[in-house]
């Protein structure tokens, strides 16, 4: 599943770089008897399998032996899981600052506790909502961090303007052409004044975020010209009636 990152867009391109290593391990590997099993059923009966704690801590095992040989790291054991803290920017940015990660990819109706408990350093989910296996959470993760790794996006300004970078929304954005069955792109962004687009992309991003995602402000502190440029889209858009 991971050959999809390894081969195209911005990881692959950081990966052949240098700029981050990428290693999949498989726990399977790991397995000592003839059927190489990595689950069993759930005890106390019922439906679905559970992934084994032999193989996973044998795999972890060998990973983090690896990596203290290779950079003398000691990396941190996440698992991806539904039950895990909400993946956020803030979640992404933190973990780019690490100097190793080991995500742990859950399948069937997970991992057997013990494993957690024993090895788990976080928990992370994407999301309320279950996927079946924890390998498309983890590239969800991978593909955040290695964004915020310097060199690896051709602008870091693209980086910084993301959506909740700084708390916020991105504004909207257009290319050519300009008029497109009579939907203009917005004469400020073809002024060529620089200091009027900067304030226009930051009200936009401000009124996106009051529209879309109020939560987002309630625990933010505007800055002096944010306030101004919020309050003033407000009412504006009052007396427009909207
Ligand atoms: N029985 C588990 C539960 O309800 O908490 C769900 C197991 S799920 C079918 C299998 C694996 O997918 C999990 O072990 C986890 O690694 C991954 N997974 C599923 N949903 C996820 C989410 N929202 N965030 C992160 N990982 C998830």
Same mark, same amino acid.
């Given at each position: 599943?991971?050959?999809?990152?390894?081969?195209?867009?911005?990881?692959a391109?950081?990966?052949?770089?240098?700029?981050f290593d990428?290693?999949i391990?498989?726990?399977? =590997?790991?397995?000592?008897?003839n059927?190489?099993?990595?689950? @069993?059923?759930?005890?106390?009966?019922?439906?679905?399998m559970?992934?084994k704690i032999?193989?996973?801590?044998?795999?972890l095992?060998?990973?983090?032996?690896?990596?203290?040989?290779k950079?003398s790291?000691?990396?941190?054991?996440?698992?991806m899981?539904?039950q895990?803290?909400k993946v956020?920017q803030?979640?992404?940015?933190n973990?780019?600052?690490? =100097?190793g990660?080991?995500?742990?990819?859950?399948?069937?109706?997970g991992v057997?506790?013990?494993?957690i408990?024993?090895?788990? !350093?976080?928990?992370?989910?994407?999301? @309320?909502?279950?996927?079946?296996?924890g390998?498309?959470?983890?590239?969800?993760?991978?593909?955040?961090v290695?964004?915020?790794?310097?060199g690896?996006?051709?602008?870091?300004?693209?980086?910084?303007h993301?959506?909740?970078?700084?708390?916020?929304? =991105?504004?909207?954005?257009y290319?050519?052409p300009?008029?497109?069955?009579?939907f203009?792109?917005? =004469?400020?962004?073809?002024s060529?004044?620089?200091?009027?687009?900067?304030?226009?992309?930051?009200?936009?991003?401000?009124?996106?975020?009051?529209?879309?995602?109020? !939560?987002?402000?309630e625990?933010?502190?505007?800055?002096?010209?944010?306030?101004?440029?919020?309050?003033?889209?407000?009412?504006?858009?009052k007396?427009?009636?909207?």
């Open positions: 599943m991971f050959t999809a990152l390894k081969q195209d867009g911005i990881v391109r950081a990966l052949d770089k240098g700029l990428l290693e391990t498989n726990p399977r =590997d790991f397995t000592t008897d059927y190489r099993r990595i689950d @069993d059923k759930t005890f106390g009966g019922g439906a679905g559970v992934m032999e193989p996973l801590e044998l795999a095992t060998d990973l983090k032996k690896r990596l203290e040989q950079n790291v000691k990396p941190l054991v996440i698992y899981s539904p895990g803290k956020t803030a979640v992404i940015n973990l780019a600052t690490q =100097d990660v080991v995500i742990v990819c859950g399948r069937y109706e057997d506790e013990r494993f408990e024993r090895n788990v !350093d976080l928990e992370l989910s994407i999301g @309320d909502f279950v996927v079946s296996g390998e498309i959470p983890a590239m969800l993760v991978i593909d955040g290695v964004r915020q790794i310097p690896s996006m051709n602008s870091i300004e693209s980086v910084e993301d959506s909740f970078m700084d708390g916020l929304l =991105d504004c909207p954005h290319t050519v300009r008029d497109y069955h009579g203009k792109v917005p =004469d400020v962004l073809l060529g004044n620089h200091e009027l687009i900067r304030q226009w992309r930051l009200q936009q991003g401000l009124w996106r975020t009051y529209l879309r995602r109020p !939560d987002l402000l625990n933010k502190q505007l800055t002096k010209e944010q306030s101004r440029l919020l309050n003033l889209m407000i009412s504006r858009n007396i427009e009636g909207k």
